[in-house]
């Protein structure tokens, strides 16, 4: 069969055609992929990243992604005897209900010297033992209330509208930690809030679901923290907490801070509230408020009393 030269054309123009269309084809997925790449780039500062996950216990690895944002939800609430944390159960928005895990006094102790310790902190989502971000946020909420409704805290606060609401689930990688994810109690919420009159930063466990140390710095009108004030903080805490004290106080009071604290736990652990305010060179009185459990007993130039009742 004989080819003539306008059928030799044709197919030329052809392949051509069909080597503009994969070209074109391949240069319009690559500025795609790199317009969308940027995109990401340019919109956040957090990598996913996705570890395999596995059951809570002690000396186990858990995987999680990673997850900031802010808004509101439901939280949950432990309860405490002697040196053991026991569980309740959280509501959520579905009226779904999640029994929160026993933690003992020496998983408590455990936590808290792996939150103390030196390293750098891993954000991640939570697994379905932790509490979700707006879980955590409603926690935080209920927490600060709770404190005002008691007396502790300025009442008042609870008015402000919050103007920005910033969380995010973490865990601490301690220097010379192996494992990058600890089992699931280990995690930790950080809630900050931001409002006229107070900023507050909480820290809030992933699985027992309550606030273990508040930061808050609040503007009041007037004198509203007096020398009385960290103990009734403290004595606040425990019950906020469902703890029982074993009655051993430390107390000290200096110039414009003022500090207690008290051990829980068969005394591995303390609860401490500490207060400094600023009457001179402000509007309003300028207060900030240290509320957390730790396993660090107060340097000995801080004591200024210890009670034992």
């Given at each position: 069969?004989?080819?003539?030269?306008?059928?030799?054309?044709?197919?030329?123009?052809?392949?051509?055609?069909?080597?503009?269309?994969?070209?074109?084809?391949?240069?319009?997925?690559?500025?795609?992929?790199?317009?969308?790449?940027?995109?990401?780039?340019?919109?956040?500062?957090?990598?996913?990243?996705?570890?395999?996950?596995?059951?809570?216990?002690?000396?186990?690895?858990?995987?999680?992604?990673?997850?900031?944002?802010?808004?509101?939800?439901?939280?949950?609430?432990?309860?405490?005897?002697?040196?053991?944390?026991?569980?309740?159960?959280?509501?959520?928005?579905?009226?779904?209900?999640?029994?929160?895990?026993?933690?003992?006094?020496?998983?408590?102790?455990?936590?808290?010297?792996?939150?103390?310790?030196?390293?750098?902190?891993?954000?991640?989502?939570?697994?379905?033992?932790?509490?979700?971000?707006?879980?955590?946020?409603?926690?935080?909420?209920?927490?600060?209330?709770?404190?005002?409704?008691?007396?502790?805290?300025?009442?008042?606060?609870?008015?402000?509208?919050?103007?920005?609401?910033?969380a995010y689930l973490c865990q601490n990688q301690a220097n010379g930690q192996t494992a990058v994810f600890l089992d699931a109690i280990y995690s930790y919420w950080t809630i900050e809030m931001t409002c006229e009159r107070y900023d507050a930063i909480f820290v809030i466990n992933a699985v027992a679901g309550q606030l273990w140390k508040a930061n808050i710095v609040v503007s009041t009108d007037d004198e509203f923290?007096?020398?009385?004030?960290?103990?009734?903080?403290?004595?606040?805490?425990?019950?906020?907490?469902?703890?029982?004290?074993?009655?051993?106080?430390?107390?000290?009071?200096?110039?414009?801070?003022?500090?207690?604290?008290?051990?829980?736990?068969?005394?591995?652990?303390?609860?401490?509230?500490?207060?400094?305010?600023?009457?001179?060179?402000?509007?309003?009185?300028?207060?900030?408020?240290?509320?957390?459990?730790?396993?660090?007993?107060?340097?000995?130039?801080?004591?200024?009393?210890?009670?034992?009742?």
């Open positions: 069969m004989k080819t003539t030269g306008r059928q030799i054309i044709y197919t030329a123009a052809g392949l051509a055609l069909s080597l503009a269309i994969a070209v074109g084809g391949w240069a319009l997925t690559s500025m795609l992929i790199d317009i969308k790449s940027d995109a990401l780039l340019s919109t956040t500062g957090t990598v996913y990243i996705d570890v395999p996950s596995q059951a809570a216990g002690a000396g186990q690895e858990t995987g999680d992604n990673v997850e900031t944002g802010s808004s509101a939800e439901t939280g949950g609430s432990v309860e405490t005897g002697s040196s053991v944390v026991t569980g309740d159960s959280v509501e959520t928005g579905d009226s779904m209900k999640q029994e929160r895990p026993v933690l003992t006094g020496q998983d408590v102790y455990n936590i808290l010297h792996n939150w103390e310790a030196t390293g750098s902190e891993r954000v991640h989502e939570p697994s379905e033992a932790q509490l979700g971000m707006e879980e955590a946020i409603e926690v935080a909420k209920s927490g600060l209330a709770f404190f005002c409704e008691e007396g502790v805290l300025p009442s008042d606060i609870l008015e402000q509208e919050i103007e920005k609401i910033n923290f007096g020398n009385q004030s960290a103990t009734k903080l403290v004595d606040a805490f425990v019950s906020y907490l469902d703890m029982h004290s074993d009655d051993k106080w430390q107390i000290g009071i200096e110039d414009n801070e003022i500090f207690a604290s008290t051990n829980i736990a068969d005394s591995m652990i303390l609860a401490t509230a500490e207060i400094r305010s600023d009457i001179t060179g402000h509007a309003f009185i300028v207060t900030e408020v240290n509320l957390y459990l730790t396993t660090q007993p107060a340097a000995a130039g801080e004591i200024i009393v210890v009670i034992n009742e």
